[in-house]
């Protein structure tokens, strides 16, 4: 067996290699940990600088053929563009979320180019479609809000930042645009304005028209409430409740302000347009408001008021009468429907009405009954209570008819969703036209909403402005010789329609608001209006004050109705009277004919017969602001005196490339030039005719 030789020590010292090793690893374990962390640091840093400071602070979001649409994440707010020059054409600003920057750049409709997505916070869905425009050069988007959650209020603002608006609600002190208007949040719905000053007047559509091309449109069934505030903002508001009802509506933008209108605006109304009897156009429309307290003496005064007319070479006209006088005539005392039953019929005084069957006139109705009258009386005994508005009984069939309180009586309102309680009031109705012999009709009184002016919530066939709508299209089976107070969607029917009372002075209120009324109401397509009476009603006072009565008749002479309240005579002196008549042919001879002629265009394409100066200018920024001028069709210009004391004024002339002909002195000067100092005495208004 082999011995073990004792190994011979190596000459070279041995070296132990691992604890050095080991040690060397550990310190760079320790130095690429740290460096590790470094880097993990400096990425989060990036990402963070990415995110908030690094990242573009516009995202195009949806893209047309002419514009898109800009996410701009630090407002938040949605802007419109123009793809070639990225010109901002509004912006709108998301209200009521979190105070919280959102990239918002993942479109959860990624594959559909015509579309975008979003889910905010657990709050509400955004959806937002590309949709087809009216003509190739206008470009629509449909913007959807819908809550998640109870309780949740969706707010969108349009910025009046270089742009002007127009259309929306008459309120008590029009402004032509309505940049200059503060209103506070409120349904959008018509209210009675004497009743509720702050509120949104007799003439309304959810319509917006922006002065960059741009138009907002929000669906007929969509309830909302609107808010301005002056030079800032207009904001569109959906109604916090348990319903979760979503905010919708419609931008589109076209080449410019007019054509935006005429391919969006003018058609509102989706109905075959049709005319009222244009015969009163020809008629000065004197309101014989004067109380007696017997049919008698209402006869006596109408005839004696028509003989003075007749002396003073006025006896051509219309005598309004009031819905008291009315029912004096009509037999019926403190009675505000005609008859309802045979037994009643036997109630009405017979009367020889020879008196006034030689005279022109209108009277006046509402679908108010008060509680003492005997029609309400017998329809309670008839079973009829549900041909007023009522509350049903929640344990049997039975309907309470609501009260309201109606020129000082409580009253009770005619139902009518009832199919019966329509056809009952129109053969009334008839029946006392036909009686009396009357040339129109006037309807008053359907403004507002009984249900939610009691804090009632209405059944779903009366909410919002449904009873207007209704009321109008039950007026208008009477024929075309009817007048209402009030419209709304209904800009298409037959019938004229009364403008608001307004003040007997000089402020917006009063003379000043004619001309931003006159251009809202056409613009809406409510062309057949009868201005307030010369003067202003809502004092119910004859006015005494000279230059504001013939400043007023001035402008009144150029619009389709002249109406009169405090007579010539009564007012001012003999000068006077004889302006009148001259301003009266003028009105006949001048500028019913061309009420006439532009009515051809409202029936065939919808436009406006009065119209803003920008309609012959729409890339005129002078043009936007001006609300003491108007135009009848194209042709003629005209420019009032609207300041108390002044004898000139500065005029404005649209139209580059056009010229205009002063019919006071056949002076001719060109379009989108300022005519300063011009100079108007008392009797003269300027006017100028189109001259190529």
């Not at 903002?233 to 959906?238: D, I, Q």
């Not at 001012?572 to 008549?581: I, S």
Request: proline content about 6%.
């Amino acid at each position: 067996m082999p011995h073990a030789r004792p190994r011979t020590q190596s000459p070279i010292p041995e070296v132990t290699w691992d604890s050095g090793l080991k040690e060397m690893n550990e310190t760079w374990k320790g130095a690429i940990a740290c460096l590790g962390v470094a880097v993990f640091f400096v990425m989060t840093i990036g990402i963070i600088y990415w995110q908030v400071v690094d990242q573009p602070n516009k995202n195009w979001i949806l893209r047309g053929s002419i514009s898109g649409l800009v996410w701009e994440r630090r407002s938040p707010s949605l802007i419109l563009q123009t793809l070639s020059e990225e010109k901002t054409l509004v912006e709108i600003t998301v209200g009521n979320f979190p105070d919280m920057e959102q990239p918002f750049v993942k479109n959860l409709c990624w594959l559909n180019k015509t579309e975008f997505c979003y889910t905010w916070d657990a709050m509400a869905d955004l959806a937002i479609s590309l949709e087809p425009g009216p003509s190739i050069s206008t470009e629509c988007y449909s913007i959807s809000w819908t809550p998640l959650r109870c309780k949740v209020t969706l707010k969108d603002c349009f910025s009046m930042t270089n742009v002007s608006w127009y259309g929306g609600a008459s309120i008590k002190a029009q402004r032509w645009p309505l940049n200059t208007v503060n209103t506070k949040s409120q349904p959008f719905v018509i209210s009675n304005l004497p009743q509720n000053p702050s509120g949104y007047g007799p003439v309304l559509e959810k319509y917006f028209l922006g002065s960059t091309g741009v138009t907002v449109t929000v669906a007929p069934d969509i309830p909302i409430s609107l808010s301005v505030e002056s030079n800032k903002h207009f904001c569109l508001e959906s109604p916090s409740s348990i319903d979760m009802v979503p905010l919708q509506y419609m931008v589109c933008i076209s080449p410019n302000l007019t054509s935006a209108h005429q391919e969006v605006g003018s058609q509102l109304s989706e109905q075959e347009r049709r005319l009222p009897n244009t015969d009163i156009l020809g008629f000065p429309v004197w309101r014989h408001f004067k109380a007696a307290d017997s049919a008698a003496k209402t006869e006596r005064g109408l005839r004696s008021f028509y003989n003075r007319l007749k002396r003073h070479n006025l006896g051509d006209g219309l005598i309004a009468l009031s819905e008291h006088s009315t029912m004096l005539l009509s037999g019926e005392d403190q009675m505000h429907l005609p008859m309802a039953s045979r037994k009643m019929r036997a109630l009405r005084h017979t009367r020889d009405l020879s008196l006034i069957t030689s005279l022109k006139f209108s009277i006046t109705l509402t679908p108010y009954t008060s509680i003492n009258s005997q029609l309400f009386l017998m329809s309670l005994q008839e079973g009829k209570e549900n041909y007023w508005l009522s509350l049903q009984s929640k344990f049997d069939s039975h309907a309470t008819p609501l009260l309201i309180k109606w020129k000082g009586q409580f009253s009770v309102q005619l139902n009518v969703t009832n199919d019966a309680a329509r056809s009952w009031y129109l053969d009334r109705v008839s029946l006392l036209w036909q009686r009396l012999g009357a040339q129109y009709i006037t309807f008053e009184g359907a403004e507002g909403n009984t249900f939610t002016e009691q804090a009632i919530q209405p059944p779903s066939d009366l909410e919002g402005d449904k009873y207007i709508s209704i009321f109008a299209l039950m007026a208008a089976t009477l024929g075309n010789s009817t007048i209402i107070s009030a419209g709304t969607r209904s800009n298409h029917l037959p019938l004229f329609i009364q403008m608001t009372p307004l003040q007997s002075d000089w402020s917006y209120a009063g003379l000043k608001g004619i001309i931003p009324s006159v251009l809202h109401y056409s613009l809406l397509g409510y062309n057949f209006f009868i201005p307030d009476a010369v003067g202003g009603t809502l004092a119910n006072e004859f006015l005494t004050e000279e230059e504001l009565y013939i400043r007023w008749l001035q402008i009144v002479t150029f619009l389709p109705v002249m109406s009169f309240s405090t007579p010539p005579w009564v007012c001012c002196d003999d000068w006077v009277l004889n302006l009148t008549r001259q301003y009266i042919r003028r009105h006949q001879d001048f500028v019913v004919p061309l009420i006439i002629k532009f009515s051809k265009e409202w029936l065939s394409w919808g436009y406006p017969i009065f119209r803003p100066l920008w309609w012959v200018s729409p890339n005129d920024p002078v043009t936007f602001t001006v609300d003491d001028e108007f135009l009848i069709g194209d042709e003629v210009l005209i420019a009032p005196i609207t300041e108390p004391g002044c004898v000139q004024r500065d005029i404005y002339l649209p139209g580059e490339g056009h010229t205009w002909m002063d019919t006071n002195t056949a002076q001719v000067f060109d379009g989108g030039t300022f005519i300063r100092n011009y100079s108007v005495s008392l009797t003269e208004v300027p006017v100028f005719v189109k001259a190529s």
